[in-house]
């Protein structure tokens, strides 16, 4: 061992260099140092501080089982009231120079049909083109006047429109809201220039990747069902919108009934339900329209192939089904996305972070693919149903093996998971929930909550019910919901080695851990 460190130093430098070091070698395993005297170890003691580090001295950094971090036992005063047309005003305050407002409907594309396809993405933009009592141009004047953000959402059951100002300045904020969602103009010279803007949204689809495959991985598993159709529309369909399938749309769906208005940051609840009331009291409580594709969406195992050889680098999403938003394994998928996690070339794969002693399981086989950049994981919650799985993002050489990485850990993880990989996601979980103090992205946090579960679920009761996950756990969930299942795979670009494969089986033959995987062809 000293040989070993004397030639490996020698070449280093100088003779005296390496006489140093192989004295401090010599120290450093000698059996004969004297253990210091004074222990300047963290004892803990029974009144910890907020962020006291006294718990998890003697684990490692590991909480106990179903301890939670300190600071996560906190929670923000949060208040509801339902208002007599059915409208929901709830407040989540906290000091801070802004605040945010925000009005969330419970209504997005799953409620178009093929014929209205677009309508919801296309009022969402419309609202911002001008009311009954301003234009657009006063509508934006006004906004920027008081340093405000406007921010339009239109997602498959949820559409938001929210406004962060200046905490002076909330007041104004509902009340420009309430003008927008209560009197929005909606004529037909608004609509056809708006028209002209989201076809060339369009156009622009193939540069933006992660999300057209999404949208593309969505089509693929619930194709029998509107929630499987693009939130902004199908541009085939554009040509064919009518300014009247907006107004309707508009009038079905923008109901008391289904309408949460949010404010978070340095706000009164007490106020917000006065300017609530005074400036959304033209809403109705229900339009009387019958509400559209109710129905439990059928997941459909399907490959999906889209191949386009100009394209340099391949798109893959493998996805399964999964819980709703309402499931009582909800958290524990989130948990799951975080076990999964993020891998950028540029941060996971340098020469100073080897991914086979830092990262998990999935990363330690991206890390052999040279040319694999990106993956994500996503997890897609729903009122009835989800949708759960990878994105991968690299050159085309590496297709295969990248719809390998999205099929055989889902599968392994139901036989075997670790402990540590279980300990980082739950940390990572932990400082999602810490991190999540921005004020619009509390409203964003609150909107599901509230209109799925007609309540708040505090960050405590979040982290509590994963600290009593562990790996026995999850090991059980990947068994139940991946082990011989059926994935919904999405390949796009230049993907000639997947696009020639003819049959479901030999994808479907991954989700098998057994002896036959190393007959498994797409990472051979």
């Not at 993020?342 to 996971?348: D, R, V």
């Not at 090991?475 to 999405?490: G, I």
Request: negative net charge; proline residues 4%; aromatic residues 12%.
């Amino acid at each position: 061992m000293l040989n070993h460190f004397s030639k490996r130093f020698y070449t280093l430098g100088s003779k005296a260099l390496k006489t140093r070091m192989v004295q401090f070698a010599q120290r450093s395993m000698s059996k004969q140092l004297d253990r210091v005297p004074q222990d300047f170890s963290i004892k803990p003691s029974e009144d910890l501080k907020q962020f006291s580090k006294a718990p998890i001295m003697e684990n490692f950094g590991e909480l106990k089982y179903g301890e939670i971090p300190e600071p996560l036992k906190y929670v923000r005063p949060y208040n509801q009231t339902t208002l007599s047309n059915g409208i929901r005003v709830c407040t989540e305050t906290f000091k801070s120079p802004l605040a945010a407002v925000g009005v969330f409907i419970a209504a997005g594309s799953r409620n178009e049909n093929l014929e209205t396809n677009g309508a919801a993405f296309m009022l969402e933009r419309l609202l911002l083109r001008g009311t009954e009592n301003r234009t657009g141009n006063d509508l934006v004047d006004e906004i920027e006047k008081m340093g405000g953000t406007y921010e339009g959402r239109t997602r498959r059951e949820i559409s938001s429109h929210t406004l962060k100002v200046f905490k002076d300045d909330v007041s104004k904020a509902v009340e420009i809201l309430g003008d927008m969602v209560c009197n929005p103009l909606l004529n037909d010279n608004a609509f056809e220039a708006e028209r002209e803007v989201v076809s060339q949204i369009h156009e622009n689809n193939h540069k933006e990747y992660e999300r057209t495959l999404l949208q593309a991985a969505h089509a693929n598993a619930f194709r029998e069902h509107m929630i499987g159709q693009p939130t902004r529309g199908d541009r085939d369909n554009l040509p064919n919108l009518t300014v009247e399938q907006v107004r309707q749309f508009h009038s079905d769906n923008y109901q008391g009934e289904n309408i949460v208005v949010i404010a978070s940051g340095n706000v009164n609840h007490q106020d917000i339900v006065d300017m609530v009331e005074s400036h959304f009291s033209s809403l109705p409580k229900s339009a009387g329209a019958t509400k559209t594709n109710t129905e439990k969406p059928i997941y459909i195992p399907a490959l999906q192939m889209m191949r386009d050889d100009e394209m340099y680098n391949s798109n893959v999403g493998v996805f399964y089904d999964a819980p709703s938003f309402r499931d009582p394994d909800y958290y524990s998928f989130e948990l799951l996305k975080r076990i999964f996690g993020t891998y950028n070339i540029q941060k996971n794969a340098e020469h100073l972070n080897d991914v086979w002693k830092q990262y998990n399981a999935l990363h330690t086989l991206i890390g052999d693919l040279p040319d694999v950049t990106l993956h994500k994981s996503h997890y897609f919650a729903y009122s009835d149903c989800g949708l759960f799985g990878n994105y991968f993002f690299g050159n085309e050489v590496f297709t295969r093996q990248m719809n390998y990485c999205g099929m055989a850990l889902n599968t392994i993880y139901g036989h075997y998971m670790n402990d540590v990989e279980v300990y980082r996601a739950r940390n990572k979980y932990y400082n999602d929930l810490m991190s999540n103090d921005g004020v619009v992205e509390t409203l964003h946090d609150i909107a599901p909550q509230v209109i799925y579960l007609n309540r708040r679920v505090p960050r405590s009761e979040i982290a509590k019910r994963i600290a009593y996950v562990d790996a026995y756990h999850m090991k059980n969930l990947c068994y139940e919901w991946f082990y011989d299942a059926e994935p919904s795979v999405t390949n796009w670009g230049p993907i000639e080695g997947t696009s020639s494969i003819g049959s479901y089986k030999y994808f479907k033959i991954h989700t098998l851990s057994t002896v036959t995987n190393s007959h498994h062809g797409l990472y051979n």
